[in-house]
């Protein structure tokens, strides 16, 4: 190994080892605390932060109002329900125009099997009456061999867009115990 | 005909969703929460934070939803936020262990950021209902607590009350072992380094901790004059590892260090304690006979000699350590290890009578020194242009981890290999953390700019405003049960009506039981809430520049902070290079003074 990347390896270990057990350095000589100084701005910057927070709330909730009027907003949201698939690439489409593409890098493909979480993946404005939406996926269970085929599916249905902002999910979901994964569509709205 | 029926034929075979089911905003079943938790999953704190305060400003909250809020926000390093948040829930809800976790969380963040007594008085508070999966964590968080205030007594005390040393992790067993040196009782402590010493290893962690503990016992018996037992112990760190150098370095002081008394095991027999055994190749290795033996003259640079004046045993010690110092002169030379190792071989040479191979490693050890300084000073221009801490959170700029995000490695910049220790010690890391969240946060409100002027162009686009009536009417009593009646109680059916006279246009005189004027009373002021939307887009723009000015202002107070502690820190280990270029050069003149005088006879 040449000596200079021997050495970053090593300096990496050492950065990686004193941060995953938080107690390496603990030890004597114990570390300094921060001065008082940076306390201080710590507390600012946590102040700062909510502002921001705020900021982005007030303009995320203006801009949806904006740009997707309530009376046309429909949201897509995905889910993964069947345990260790990793959903690779994910398309959608509506009334038969240009599908939207997604692809999902390895963190974003574990984060929707981690709390059943579900992944906004758009708002499009659509009239209200009937609407035929397609979806399209490509996933990959955790544990299958290097070589084995991805597994595909798509799901086509027809659904009514109401005069309020429509939810709906689509579920990547196993309906039978032998079945393949496949989409599943459900629409929701708010109870408000 | 054909393509209908094709038609017709498609949307049969397209399944149709059910009705649509109904949630309540901010329960559970909402997908916008599930949202926000999908994005706390992949680590977008600040998304999932924004969402989660656009739902609670729209309905009220559910505990899950509040729950996640307190998580997010502590993940995103707004601990001040968090704890109320966790009190409230606190008050509701059943799971202790869960809830137990969560404040151990908030304590080891308010360790981690420097709040210490906030940190300790949360431990203390929350030690009444503790759960008992999480004792072992609690004590040992709390006696790293009291570990950085200075009150290793107290510490030992947290560790050792309760009589569970069987359970206690070994980063524990570490951090007990240290206290109790620190609090004067030594071979307590010894003998529990020693035990995590010989540790079996399972993860390249251990390892770390391994190596680590034998290092801090070695240099113990080393400042102890107890060369014998820290050769041992240094012997058994791992010739390469974050950990190597300072052994190395400690290996050759141990050799010519006096032996002092053989240190007593403990009595107490742990089935967990093994004889020491690594697969890894170890510094003890280094001594082995036939690599001493051999040429590491040779391998010093040194033309092989014999002191005379020196006893057989002593000429050896001096071989080992010269084994252990070459092997350390050929590492990194901006470790403050190697430099050390450069002056230690010729001191060493010096003391045991090699005089003039002592002058000729001076000599090369002025040289090293001299290019280190120089390195040191282009380190600290570095710093001090602001460059060090740019390079170092150049990537993921964008990422929302806060808190949560970890240095694994450093850039390859000179300024780096000088300040690794710093680097990593919390309050650098915690500071960098919060110049990183300023930076992405400015990102933010910069990237809004763009953001409000779509906002504007949609307002003002003309087919907005095109929207009819009928649509409007049928979304404001859509899935709503009328709760108003004409006079034949039958239910009031709401319509657009576009044949009324506009505002003003109806002039015919008012009935007489409309002349009394009714009693109405206004509000003082302006009301704040009847905003237009065009008036809060007005109003977003100013409350942008504020805050791109105070983010400004944060990032260059903490960009401040990090030049200060990394120039305190180069400013020490540059007077260390200073201090030992004095040295050597002294101790260059005394040597030439004395072979000007005749007196460097060594043979």
């Known amino acids: 190994m040449p000596l200079k990347s021997c050495r970053k390896a090593v300096r990496a270990l050492i950065v990686a080892a004193s941060c995953a057990t938080g107690t390496l350095w603990a030890a004597a000589p114990v570390q300094p605390p921060p001065e008082s100084g940076a306390l201080k701005l710590d507390q600012t910057i946590q102040d700062l932060k909510e502002e921001v927070l705020q900021f982005n709330s007030d303009a995320s909730a203006l801009e949806q109002n904006s740009l997707y009027p309530s009376y046309s907003r429909t949201s897509v949201f995905l889910g993964v329900r069947l345990s260790g698939l990793l959903i ?10 240009a599908p939207e593409k997604f692809t999902f890098d390895e963190i974003e493909s574990l984060a929707f099997l981690q709390n059943k979480g579900l992944r906004r993946v758009m708002r499009v404005n659509l009239e209200p009456g009937q609407h035929k939406i397609r979806a399209e996926f490509i996933a990959q269970f955790a544990d299958a061999k290097p070589d084995a085929l991805p597994i595909t599916g798509n799901l086509e249905a027809i659904f009514d867009k109401n005069y309020n902002n429509t939810d709906l999910g689509l579920m990547l979901v196993r309906t039978g115990f032998r079945a393949e994964p496949s989409l599943t569509l459900e629409q929701t709205r708010s109870a408000r | 005909m054909r393509t209908s029926l094709i038609l017709l034929v498609a949307a049969l075979s397209a399944s149709t969703a ?38 609670d400003s729209e309905s009220k909250l559910s505990n899950d939803a509040r729950w996640l809020m307190a998580e997010d926000y502590l993940s995103f390093g707004m601990g001040n936020k968090a704890e109320p948040l966790y009190r409230d829930i606190a008050q509701t809800t059943e799971d202790q262990l869960l809830l137990g976790r969560a404040r151990l969380r908030l304590a080891e963040f308010s360790y981690q950021r420097g709040y210490l007594d906030e940190a300790r008085s949360a431990l203390l508070k929350m030690q009444e209902k503790l759960p008992k999966k999480l004792v072992e964590q609690w004590q040992d968080l709390l006696s790293r607590v009291l570990m950085a205030k200075g009150s290793y007594s107290e510490a030992v005390s947290v560790l050792t009350n309760l009589d569970n040393a069987g359970k206690q992790s070994q980063y524990t067993r570490y951090n007990l072992g240290v206290a109790l040196i620190n609090d004067g009782r030594a071979p307590q402590g010894r003998d529990l380094l020693d035990r995590v010493g010989r540790m079996r290893v399972m993860t390249l962690e251990d390892l770390a901790l391994r190596d680590k503990a034998n290092l801090t016992l070695g240099w113990h018996f080393l400042h102890n004059q107890l060369g014998g037992s820290a050769k041992a112990i240094f012997g058994r760190v791992r010739s390469q590892g974050p950990y190597s150098n300072r052994a190395l370095l400690g290996l050759g002081w141990a050799e010519l260090a006096p032996r002092g008394a053989k240190q007593e095991h403990s009595d107490v027999v742990n089935p967990e304690d093994q004889p020491f055994f690594s697969s ?205 009646t004409d006079t034949n109680n039958a239910p009031t059916e709401l319509r657009s009506e576009d044949t009324l006279s506009v505002p003003g246009a109806y002039d015919k005189p008012l009935g007489e039981e409309s002349k009394a004027t009714p009693e109405v009373e206004l509000a003082s002021g302006t009301p704040t809430q009847a905003q237009s939307d065009h008036e809060k887009v007005e109003a977003l723009k100013g409350r942008l520049v504020t805050l791109q000015k105070s983010l400004a202002q944060a990032n260059d107070e903490q960009s401040k902070i990090l030049q200060t502690l990394a120039i305190k820190e180069l400013t020490g280990q540059k007077k260390q290079i200073e201090k030992y270029l004095v040295e050597a050069r002294f101790a260059l003149a005394r040597l030439y003074d004395r072979q000007m005088k005749g007196e460097l006879n060594d043979k």
């Open chain 2, 18 to 55: 059910h009705a649509a089911d109904v949630y309540v905003p901010g329960s559970k079943n909402d997908p916008n929460l599930r949202a926000a938790q999908y994005q706390s999953d992949e680590g977008r704190y600040f998304s999932s934070l924004t969402e989660l305060l656009r739902m």
């Open chain 2, 280 to 484: 890894f190749s170890t510094l003890g290795v280094l001594l082995r006979p036939g690599f001493v033996d051999n040429d590491i003259f040779k391998r010093a640079g040194l033309r092989n000699f014999r002191l005379e004046k020196l006893a057989k045993t002593e000429d050896a010690a001096l071989k080992r350590a010269l084994v252990a110092w070459v092997t350390l002169i050929n590492r990194d030379p901006m470790d403050p290890a190697v430099q050390e190792g450069w002056l230690a071989i010729p001191y060493s040479l010096d003391k045991l009578g090699a005089h003039t191979q002592a002058l000729q490693f001076y000599e090369k050890a002025v040289e090293q020194l001299e290019l280190n300084r120089k390195r040191a000073d282009a380190a600290m221009g570095s710093i001090k242009q602001g460059r060090m801490v740019d390079t170092i959170v150049k990537r993921d700029i964008d990422a929302e981890n806060g808190w949560t995000w970890r240095l694994t490695d450093l850039p390859d910049a000179p300024e780096t290999y000088y300040l690794q220790t710093l680097l990593a010690e919390h309050r650098f890391q915690e500071a960098l953390k919060n110049y990183r969240d300023t930076r992405m946060l400015a990102h933010n409100i910069d990237g809004w700019q763009d953001r409000i002027k779509a906002m504007e162009a949609a307002y003002q686009n003309p087919d907005r405003a095109n929207v009819s009536p009928d649509v409007l009417v049928k979304q404001a009593t859509e899935n709503k049960t009328p709760v108003w």
């Open chain 1, 88 to 97: 690779k690439e994910f398309s959608v489409t509506f009334d038969g125009g």
